[in-house]
């Protein structure tokens, strides 16, 4: 049975609820980054509406495409080769897993419901956008971000392919794709070998207002987007309505992103590996005193070098 809280009812009461002055069902005034006082906008996603029809991830990669990178052939050898070749410029149409061209995939899990029934669940998996990022935190070069409203995204034009946000997100979702970025034209045979993406909430969009493509495509409403506190609060009405499981709010330190599900998380049984990420439990990253400390010190380090690196792109662009 579809749970009566559709994606329209809930913006249309929340933001009223809420006393935000906004009209129609837009978020553009919660969304705007530029809202010092703004709550995180947090993606409730209800598993059990899901069919799988990927209308979600086709709505993705049309709507990004313009950010998918176009590397030039031969790739300059890397010395020393640790850092593999990562190309997926021939695979683009690889919609199974999370590469560089596809931010966003529908997982298959199978399961057992309390009622001894055998079902298989799809559910849509990209970046959680974690509320204490450590993609964003401990990334050198300052080309991950976290916007006031929560989501975090890379900065493609000043990622160098180092890996460093892959290597300490729990779900490893970031994508490297070699030979495209600024790697090219600084260090190209000793810098990181490519630029890393991922989801970036659709920022642009949430900027002028617009959803989400993958939420605005979905024609089973899977996918609640709105103010954390109002978010929070269905995902646990919904939760306690089907009798299920959350998976998010403390993830990691608690993530922007919320799933519902009615099968436990530890009893669903799906393919997991290279950009597929688990659906474990996760500790919080951040609160290790080795990564506060880490964090730290390269702050300031980041700061400048993504400022140098924004410098340099832009004086390429105007030469
Ligand atoms: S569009 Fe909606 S129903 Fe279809 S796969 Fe994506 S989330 Fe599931
Ligand atoms: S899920 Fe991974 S890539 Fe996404 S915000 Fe969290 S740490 Fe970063
Ligand atoms: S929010 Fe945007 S970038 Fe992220 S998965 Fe949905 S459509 Fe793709």
């Not at 020393?80 to 021939?90: A, F, I, K, L």
């Not at 439990?281 to 730290?296: K, Q």
Request: glycine fraction near 8%; aromatic fraction near 8%; charged fraction near 25%.
């Amino acid at each position: 049975m579809r749970s009566p809280i559709s994606r329209r009812h809930f913006l249309k009461t929340s933001f009223f609820a809420a006393g935000t002055a906004i009209a129609g069902t837009s978020i553009a005034k919660a969304a705007t980054p530029a809202d010092a006082d703004q709550e995180p906008l947090v993606t409730l996603i209800d598993i059990s509406r899901c069919i799988g029809c990927e209308e979600c991830v086709y709505a993705c990669r049309d709507a990004n495409a313009h950010k998918f990178a176009d590397p030039k052939k031969p790739f300059p050898k890397m010395y020393p080769d640790r850092v593999p070749v990562e190309d997926w410029s021939d695979r683009r149409d690889v919609t199974d897993r999370l590469t560089p061209y596809n931010w966003l995939y529908i997982q298959y899990a199978s399961a057992t419901t309390k009622e001894g029934e055998n079902i298989t669940l799809t559910i849509p998996r990209r970046c959680m956008h974690c509320q204490n990022p450590p993609c964003v935190k401990l990334c050198p070069w300052g080309a991950a971000k976290q916007e006031k409203n929560g989501l975090s995204r890379i900065d493609a034009q000043i990622c160098l392919g180092g890996s460093k946000c892959k290597n300490v997100c729990p779900w490893d979702i970031p994508q490297r794709q070699t030979g495209t970025g600024l790697y090219l034209d600084l260090l190209p045979a000793f810098a990181g070998n490519g630029v890393m993406y991922k989801c970036d909430r659709c920022y642009q969009k949430i900027e002028k207002g617009e959803q989400p493509a993958c939420i605005e495509a979905c024609p089973e409403d899977v996918q609640t987007i709105g103010k954390r506190s109002d978010i929070i609060k269905m995902a646990k009405d919904l939760a306690k309505e089907m009798d299920g499981y959350i998976y998010g709010l403390d993830e990691n330190g608690g993530t922007n992103t919320i799933y519902v599900s009615p099968v436990p998380f530890d009893q669903l049984v799906y393919d997991t590996g290279k950009g597929k990420p688990h659906m474990h439990p996760v500790e919080d990253t951040m609160a290790a005193g080795s990564n506060l400390a880490i964090a730290m010190v390269i702050a300031p380090i980041a700061g400048a070098a993504a400022a140098v690196g924004k410098y340099y792109r832009q004086m390429k662009e105007e030469a």
